[in-house]
């Protein structure tokens, strides 16, 4: 088989991210390049925070993916382009609201942090929630109440 960009993604659509299993690194937007150059593979991954907990356990996910394609491939952790949430793919937020994480909106140019106090209840789509507090279990997360169907959810910030 022919390595190329577009085999090589869809076989990373399999790694997941570990805190959040419904979702793959493709779809969260981790993976920010791939380059297939004579059978020598090159990803660049980017996290979504620094010092991302999870970073350690998708690499060695990556890393298995490509074990069977190539022994020759090389996975850069690269933060010279920040992540940011707006790489989320269509598929990727659909898969935070399927896990009871309401997905970040999208945003231009400049954040408003108003957008984390208008968040849909990823239960029942209800805008009538409340943000409990910024600061959820991991960086990437705040919580949230919705008054409508009573649940208590978190957010996957906008960044």
């Known amino acids: 088989m022919s390595l190329n960009n ?10 997941s991210d570990p805190e959040i299993p419904t979702v793959s690194i493709v779809d969260l937007g981790i993976i920010t390049k ?8 090159h990803v ?7 010092g991302c907990p999870a970073i350690d356990v998708m690499k060695q996910g990556v890393e298995d993916v490509l074990k069977r394609y190539t022994d020759s491939y090389a996975i850069d952790v690269n ?5 940011d949430s707006n790489r989320i793919s269509d598929k ?11 997905p970040p909106p999208k945003y231009d140019l400049v954040l408003d942090l108003e957008v984390l106090h208008q968040v849909s209840c990823p239960y029942c789509n209800s805008k009538n929630t ?6 959820g279990p991991t ?21």
């Open 130 to 135: 409340r943000m409990q507090t910024p600061f």
């Open 34 to 41: 791939i380059a297939c150059d004579n059978d020598v593979v």
């Open 79 to 83: 933060y010279d382009i920040p992540w």
């Open 139 to 159: 960086l990437c997360r705040s919580i949230h109440y919705c008054d409508s169907c009573l649940q208590a959810f978190e957010q996957f910030k906008p960044v």
């Open 6 to 15: 577009e085999v090589i993604l869809k076989a990373l659509e399999e790694v």
């Open 44 to 50: 660049t991954m980017t996290p979504t925070f620094v």
């Open 92 to 102: 990727g937020r659909e898969a935070l609201k399927s896990f009871g994480l309401a």
